[in-house]
């Protein structure tokens, strides 16, 4: 059984930083890509940044390009999602997820197991 759990969100004031991190227990997790959605209040869930099994290849949504950088620690079956310049965009619920194709994909349908999330506020 695989399980993800986030963590490292918070309250934070527009310009601060934050690392997000997504540990994934159970088999298959050198093999999978992975990546990360938000959610804000009142919309739907969209893509973040996606990392592939291998670590070389990453995909960033478009508003967070530049500003935010994922990567994957094998040694601890961890991604983390650091997270710079915060804006009060930014806010919402961060969730990681773990793909089931072997291509980067910004698709939520392409991701089959999905953690209960961590919480990012930023405030002005």
């Known amino acids: 059984q695989v399980q993800l759990v986030e963590s490292g969100g918070g309250l934070v004031q527009a310009g601060d930083s934050l690392r997000l991190s997504c540990a994934v227990s159970?088999?298959?997790?050198?093999?999978?890509?992975i990546a990360w959605f938000r959610q804000a209040q009142g919309k739907e869930r969209e893509f973040v940044a996606a990392?592939?099994?291998?670590?070389?290849?990453?995909d960033y949504a478009a508003p967070v390009k530049g500003r935010f950088a994922i990567s994957r620690d094998y040694a601890s079956n961890t991604v983390s999602l650091q997270i710079n310049s915060l804006k009060l965009e930014d806010t919402g619920i961060y969730y990681c997820?773990?793909?089931?194709?072997?291509?980067?994909?910004?698709?939520?349908?392409?991701?089959?197991?999905w953690g209960q999330g961590t919480l990012v506020t930023v405030s002005s």
């Open positions: 159970g088999r298959a997790f050198g093999n999978k890509n």
């Open positions: 990392i592939s099994w291998s670590g070389r290849d990453t």
């Open positions: 997820s773990r793909g089931r194709t072997e291509r980067l994909s910004a698709a939520e349908n392409d991701y089959d197991e």
